[in-house]
């Protein structure tokens, strides 16, 4: 474009000095150039058309991609908020299985504790002497005090003494 001003600004010129000559040569490289720049517009043009094209492609790509994304997130999002419901049944399964078992515990060990409270103190004692201490204790706290202290009398004194220690905390 530049160099079509130049060569009017030349041309106009050499006009005034040459004449006609001049004229013709200017017209001719005119001319030549003209037909360059088409070809090269119309290359523009083509890239242009091309890009338009990758551009309009890429987008719709884009937009089926997001659909895909959110469909997954959404079923993900689904899964999600039926493991977090599955997790609370279980955590509610769980502490109701521990009541249960901890009510199963106290009966088992009431109605232990209803056996050695039928028995004689003496034949208690010699039972319970050769328990493990921390099964000794859960049994004694199950008994009235005045049956643990029949059965405490009739015990070896050091083992009734680290009894009711254990007893007292």
Known sequence: MKRMVLCA?????????????KLFECTKIFQERKSELLVE???????KQALEALKTATEELLKKKKVVLDLKEEELKKKLAEVKKREERIKKMLDENKKILAELKKTKMSKIAQTYSKMKASAAAKILSDLPENDAVKILQELKP???????????????????ELLAN
């Open 41 to 47: 517009l119309e290359r523009i043009d083509e890239e």
């Open 9 to 21: 600004v030349v041309s106009t010129m050499l006009f005034a000095v040459d004449g006609s000559e």
């Open 146 to 164: 005045k049956t643990v202290g029949q059965i405490l009398a009739k015990m070896d004194p050091k083992k009734a003494s680290k009894l009711t």
